[in-house]
């Protein structure tokens, strides 16, 4: 057992010694990583500086308009980077950080153990050294015993003493069992000393990996408090960070809704979150494994007519009679696959200009059609299909946000190269369908608004295809009439 014991915490010592060896060295942010991130970070401050000299080179007269709304956003996309490379170093840290804590953890519970065992073995060597004691004064009172009595001489002369034969078989037993005796008491003398040679040579190994064990586990304490000053540090940047990209995005709304109230091109303010797109995204998967898209027929029908001919006759007695001919023909019925390629409509057909293009700024993955300010215009299905979402996405306190009361089609029809297509409705006052239902090309489908992310009354449009997520969008323009 105690073998077992020894070997089980050499190997946890080799395992502490081992995550100290190589996990504490790279406890930080190793070198390289480092001065990777640093060269990121003055790259992006080299683009920030640049778009603060545009902006300035624009001035406060064109804030209103296209350009500096553009470039504001080129802004808050380096500083967006910015906080998510800060973020990433922090979270490293913060893995690290966990991590040494779970090892220092488990280094503590082993030093534990190693101390109650270190104990036992002190146990065993104070019950050892008893037990060694007395079993070597008996050896040494049998060795005095011995010399007292003058057995140290010789056991011929001891043998010739005897004065009779039955003196002398007595004397060779006793001589035999003193003899016995003795190595067995030295035998026993000599078990126990290595037993407690072996003992304390354990014991000694397992104090010095304890005193091993305890300054290593100083360090790690000491290194972990230094990362939590550097993770507390970083997440303070991040707040800061996180502070102004809010401030230059309120700004970028601002003139954004500005612009839009001039020119009445109405579209989507640019602060819809990528969680937030990752979440719509996830909805239309499921939906599209829940709604298989139904598939159109077209019954074409071929007729024959019936023609009956009558020829008159006369008989051999003078009487006339009448013969009919009668031919028939079977009616057959076929049905055949509509229309096999997907060809759409515009989805506002009183308003078919697209007022901002697909990709006219960073996450702009469809096209927006402004209704100049009129809502609850006509909007219609650009293709037959199953609608497969029809819903609302609102904040906790009611109010909508990023797409609004939204829409999407599975249509039934394909592409030229036969890859499925989801179209994508945002922002809508009403919707008139639900989920499930079947649409027609060009049925009505909602009303026109301004709900969620909107400057303004507009139909922001999606087109995916051959899959249901923002990276299959295309470009509507090159599907649309």
């Given at each position: 057992?105690?073998?077992?014991?020894?070997?089980?915490?050499?190997?946890?010592?080799?395992?502490?010694?081992?995550?100290?060896?190589?996990?504490?060295?790279?406890?930080?942010?190793?070198?390289?990583?480092?001065?990777?991130?640093?060269?990121?970070?003055?790259?992006?401050?080299?683009?920030?500086?640049?778009?603060?000299?545009?902006?300035?080179?624009l001035?406060?007269?064109?804030?209103?308009?296209?350009?500096?709304?553009?470039?504001?956003g080129?802004?808050?996309?380096?500083?967006?980077?910015q906080?998510?490379?800060?973020?990433?170093?922090?979270?490293?840290?913060?893995?690290?950080?966990?991590?040494?804590?779970?090892?220092?953890?488990?280094?503590?519970?082993?030093?534990?153990?190693?101390?109650?065992?270190v104990?036992?073995?002190?146990?065993?060597?104070?019950?050892?050294?008893?037990?060694?004691?007395s079993?070597?004064?008996?050896?040494?009172?049998?060795?005095?015993?011995?010399?007292?009595?003058?057995?140290?001489?010789?056991?011929?002369s001891?043998i010739?003493?005897?004065?009779?034969?039955?003196?002398?078989?007595?004397?060779?037993?006793?001589?035999?069992?003193?003899?016995?005796?003795d190595?067995?008491?030295?035998?026993?003398?000599?078990?126990?000393?290595?037993?407690?040679?072996?003992?304390?040579?354990k014991?000694d190994?397992?104090?010095?990996?304890?005193?091993?064990s305890?300054?290593?586990?100083?360090?790690?304490?000491?290194k972990?408090?230094?990362?939590?000053?550097?993770?507390?540090?970083?997440?303070?940047e991040?707040e800061?960070?996180?502070?102004?990209?809010?401030?230059?995005?309120?700004?970028?709304?601002?003139?954004?809704?500005?612009?839009?109230?001039?020119?009445?091109?109405?579209?989507?303010?640019?602060d819809?979150?990528?969680?937030e797109?990752?979440?719509?995204?996830?909805?239309?998967?499921?939906?599209?494994?829940?709604?298989?898209?139904?598939?159109?027929?077209?019954?074409?029908?071929?007729?024959?007519?019936?023609?009956?001919?009558?020829?008159?006759?006369?008989?051999?007695?003078?009487?006339?009679?009448?013969?009919?001919?009668?031919?028939?023909?079977?009616?057959?019925?076929?049905?055949?696959?509509?229309?096999?390629?997907?060809?759409?409509?515009?989805?506002?057909?009183k308003?078919?200009?697209?007022?901002?293009?697909f990709?006219?700024?960073?996450?702009?993955?469809?096209?927006?059609?402004s209704?100049?300010?009129?809502?609850?215009?006509?909007?219609?299905?650009?293709?037959?299909?199953?609608?497969?979402?029809?819903?609302?996405?609102?904040?906790?306190?009611?109010?909508?946000?990023?797409?609004?009361?939204?829409?999407v089609?599975?249509?039934?029809?394909?592409?030229?190269s036969?890859?499925?297509?989801?179209?994508?409705?945002?922002?809508?006052?009403a919707?008139?369908?639900s989920?499930?239902q079947?649409?027609?090309?060009?049925?009505?489908?909602?009303?026109?608004?301004?709900?969620?992310?909107?400057?303004?009354?507009h139909?922001?449009?999606?087109?995916?295809?051959?899959?249901?997520?923002?990276?299959?969008?295309?470009?509507?323009?090159?599907?649309?009439?």
């Open positions: 057992m105690k073998n077992k014991g020894l070997i089980r915490m050499t190997s946890v010592l080799m395992a502490l010694c081992l995550f100290f060896t190589c996990g504490i060295s790279t406890g930080f942010v190793s070198a390289t990583t480092q001065s990777s991130l640093e060269s990121q970070r003055e790259e992006l401050e080299r683009k920030l500086y640049a778009t603060e000299q545009k902006l300035k080179e001035g406060k007269e064109s804030e209103d308009t296209e350009e500096y709304i553009r470039i504001l080129e802004k808050i996309e380096f500083l967006t980077e906080y998510n490379l800060s973020k990433k170093q922090a979270q490293e840290i913060e893995s690290k950080v966990s991590a040494l804590e779970s090892n220092i953890a488990t280094n503590e519970r082993e030093i534990e153990t190693i101390t109650v065992e104990k036992e073995l002190e146990q065993n060597i104070a019950t050892l050294n008893k037990e060694f004691s079993v070597y004064n008996a050896y040494c009172q049998r060795i005095r015993a011995i010399y007292i009595s003058g057995e140290q001489g010789s056991i011929l001891f010739l003493m005897s004065d009779s034969v039955s003196n002398f078989l007595t004397r060779m037993q006793m001589i035999s069992a003193v003899s016995r005796q190595g067995e008491l030295l035998d026993e003398v000599q078990q126990q000393t290595s037993e407690i040679m072996s003992v304390k040579k014991l190994d397992k104090n010095q990996k304890l005193k091993t305890q300054s290593t586990l100083k360090e790690s304490k000491t972990l408090k230094e990362q939590r000053i550097t993770l507390l540090k970083n997440q303070e991040m800061a960070q996180q502070a102004v990209i809010e401030k230059q995005q309120e700004e970028q709304n601002k003139h954004l809704e500005q612009l839009h109230a001039k020119t009445k091109q109405y579209g989507e303010f640019r819809i979150t990528q969680a797109l990752d979440e719509i995204d996830a909805d239309i998967e499921a939906a599209a494994r829940k709604y298989v898209p139904t598939t159109t027929t077209t019954t074409t029908k071929k007729r024959t007519t019936t023609t009956t001919t009558t020829k008159p006759t006369t008989t051999s007695h003078g009487e006339e009679s009448t013969t009919q001919k009668t031919e028939t023909t079977t009616t057959t019925t076929t049905t055949t696959a509509g229309s096999s390629y997907l060809k759409l409509t515009y989805p506002c057909p308003y078919t200009k697209i007022t901002c293009g990709g006219a700024y960073e996450g702009h993955t469809g096209c927006d059609f209704t100049y300010g009129n809502e609850n215009q006509k909007i219609v299905a650009a293709e037959s299909g199953t609608v497969i979402i029809s819903t609302d996405l609102t904040n906790p306190d009611g109010s909508y946000r990023s797409y609004g009361r939204y829409i089609i599975a249509h039934d029809k394909k592409t030229s036969g890859k499925s297509v989801y179209t994508l409705y945002a922002h809508n006052n919707r008139l369908v989920a499930g079947y649409v027609k090309k060009g049925q009505q489908i909602a009303r026109s608004g301004s709900t969620g992310n909107s400057t303004g009354p139909c922001h449009f999606e087109v995916r295809v051959g899959g249901t997520s923002q990276s299959y969008a295309q470009n509507p323009a090159n599907y649309l009439p």
